[in-house]
């Protein structure tokens, strides 16, 4: 049924009011029209056709159709229903974080990125779990990564993972671009660029690095240690990556 459209109190209601529509839509062609309402009813949200704010717009779209496929997954029972989340929703610690997440999406660099959100958006919400740490790294890291950025991160985490033989004899050991620029650039990336974006990532502390001291090069250029954050955020992209059709 149509949802009415009610001015929200705050911007709790109004994360509520997004979250209640696209979970309860039951046609994903509607989506659109979600955003259209949206507008309406949102004083700091106003479409328009700026190529800014179209570009705004194309975000937003693909953050919520994202998240409709991941909470109508076809592998659960049902769909889920927003009536099952409003208690998980009632959260302040919760909901303020959905928020967080589409204001994220909004003011990503990529619309890769914003699907990639709104899939997680869709997962947090579909397992109704804890709020981590680490969700609100991966959430900082997405926000910030250009669509060279996540092949980047991708290629090298993939590449370090095949390759035990620079890091032995532990995974999470003190790595250097400049070490192994050779390989890297035969991957089809720049050493320097590649370096860019492991500076971009421990900037939000999605990549690590050592401890300064003798023997250690600590937060050097280029210098680069996994962690248990760095794991998480592959996860979350490549997981997207394997089950989306979207981009």
């Excluded at 998480?232 to 059709?245: A, C, G, R, V, W």
């Amino acid at each position: 049924s149509e949802l009415p459209i009610e001015a929200p109190a705050d911007r709790y209601g109004a994360t509520s009011w997004l979250i209640s529509t696209v979970i309860n839509t039951n046609d994903r062609s509607n989506l659109i029209s979600i955003i259209d309402q949206f507008g309406e009813i949102s004083t700091g949200y106003k479409l328009g056709k700026t190529l800014y704010q179209m570009y705004e717009q194309h975000k937003l779209e693909t953050f919520l159709t994202v998240l409709y496929d991941a909470t109508h997954n076809p592998q659960h029972s049902e769909s889920i229903r927003y009536q099952d989340m409003k208690e998980y929703l009632q959260n302040p610690t919760n909901i303020t974080f959905i928020a967080e997440i589409i204001a994220a999406s909004l003011h990503s660099q990529s619309v890769r990125c914003s699907a990639i959100l709104g899939s997680y958006a869709g997962g947090i919400i579909s397992r109704q779990g804890r709020i981590e740490y680490k969700d609100r790294i991966v959430v900082s890291a997405l926000k910030i990564m250009y669509d060279d950025d996540l092949s980047n991160f991708t290629k090298l985490y993939e590449f370090v993972s095949n390759h035990p033989e620079l890091h032995e004899p532990s995974f999470y050991e003190e790595l250097r671009i400049r070490d192994f620029v050779d390989k890297i650039e035969s991957l089809g990336i720049r050493g320097f660029e590649m370096e860019l974006t492991v500076e971009k990532l421990k900037s939000v502390q999605a990549i690590g690095y050592e401890a300064g001291g003798y023997g250690c090069v600590g937060n050097a250029w280029g210098v680069f240690l996994f962690n248990e954050n760095t794991d998480y955020l592959y996860k979350t992209i490549n997981n997207f990556i394997q089950k989306s059709t979207i981009i």
